[in-house]
């Protein structure tokens, strides 16, 4: 598989969260793709031989940033505790974005996309990969895992939802905005101009009641932080994305254009699963979460809602990433279940 590795740093230190530190290997790396253009991927090591190998994927108008901030890093922290993170740029998002490449599509993402990450990481590491993921990327993820050879070793759902629609009052407006795709398929809303005006001065556009509280739950994330987040993480919405959402949302079904049943496929193979929903998450409702747990052909699974009574804090949809909770409760379980199964 054509790789190239554009930039190799030496050893560095990088924060994980509340003044804790981890020294860590990192480089950056592109992986063509088959129908034209590149992923971009930024891997991190841990300084020592890693214990496993863990493929994170974004989601919806996002980019690698959901997994890594200046101010709190899943990454840094998952390398930390001994694995080797390969954080990428899905299509048409962040550096793997290129204005003459096919646009993103969520068939393109499943099985173009997820499989050349996969293979390069199978290949450099010798090893097989988790998949962590977040929101439509978790969707994407749970398409893709059927085809890919070998299984996963793990799928970590983070807010990943197999029912869409109804319930988000954020996704619905995403998913009308998604039935104008077939007269505009190849454009992209571009967002991040938006959530840096919203990141500097929210009031500006009296967004902060109505579109803050769907991102995060109230005050679960501090503003410094959630700054951070609208600064870095947001990307653009492509529209064929919106699309498939607009049509699982009107179908009740997780399918193809040709009818493919992804559930179904799903269903059919034996891969570990660990599914996390937010008690408080207003644009992924736990429902629309919980199937992928049911739909799953694994005896290894978990279900975990995060924000309950006994957790005794809120978490909404970003916040299960980035949170000032998060570290402390919904790192630590995931990063636990993963050492346990590598």
């Known amino acids: 598989m054509p790789r190239h590795i554009l930039k190799v ?3 560095l230190s990088q924060h994980i969260d ?6 860590l290997n990192k480089e950056y790396l592109r992986l063509a793709l088959p129908d034209g253009g590149a992923l971009h991927v930024t891997r991190k090591t841990p300084l020592h031989a890693p214990r496993g190998a863990v493929i994170l994927v974004h ?3 996002q980019n690698r940033y959901s997994f890594h901030l200046p101010a709190r890093s899943f990454t840094a922290s998952l390398v ?7 954080n990428v740029d899905l299509r048409g998002h962040g550096r793997s974005h290129d204005p003459h490449a096919p646009a993103p599509t969520f068939e393109r993402h499943a099985f173009e996309d997820i499989p050349t990450v996969y293979r390069a990481c199978v290949e450099t590491t010798g090893q097989t990969p988790f998949l962590v993921a977040h929101s439509l990327g978790a969707a994407i993820c749970l398409a893709a895992a059927p085809k890919l050879d070998p299984l996963p070793r793990g799928i970590v759902s983070i807010a990943g939802p197999l029912r869409i ?4 009052v954020a996704l619905g407006a995403a998913v009308q905005v998604g039935r104008f795709w077939r007269v505009w398929p190849h454009r ?16 500006i556009l009296g967004l902060s009641p109505p579109l803050l509280p769907h991102i995060c739950a109230p005050g679960a994330t501090e503003p410094a932080v959630m700054a951070e987040l609208l600064r870095l993480s947001f990307d653009r919405a492509w529209l064929p994305l919106a699309g498939s959402l607009a049509r699982w949302g009107v179908t009740g079904r997780f399918d193809g254009p040709q009818g493919e049943d992804y559930a179904a496929a799903f269903r059919t193979i034996d891969v570990p699963l660990y599914a996390a929903a937010g008690a408080q998450d207003r644009l992924i409702h736990a429902d629309e979460v919980l199937p992928a747990f049911e739909t799953s052909g694994s005896a290894d699974r978990t279900f975990r809602l995060f924000g309950s009574v006994a957790d005794g804090v809120p978490f909404g949809h970003v916040d299960l990433l980035c949170g000032k909770h998060a570290p402390r409760l919904v790192w630590h379980e995931i990063t636990a279940w993963l050492r346990a199964r590598s």
Do not use: Y
């Open 165 to 168: 629609g109804g319930a988000a």
């Open 80 to 86: 930390a505790a001994g694995f080797d993170t390969w």
């Open 188 to 203: 992209a809303v571009p967002f991040q101009p938006l959530a840096q005006l919203v990141a500097l001065r929210p009031e």
């Open 59 to 61: 989601g919806f108008c």
């Open 18 to 23: 509340a003044g804790s530190f981890v020294s």
């Open 9 to 11: 740093s030496l050893p």
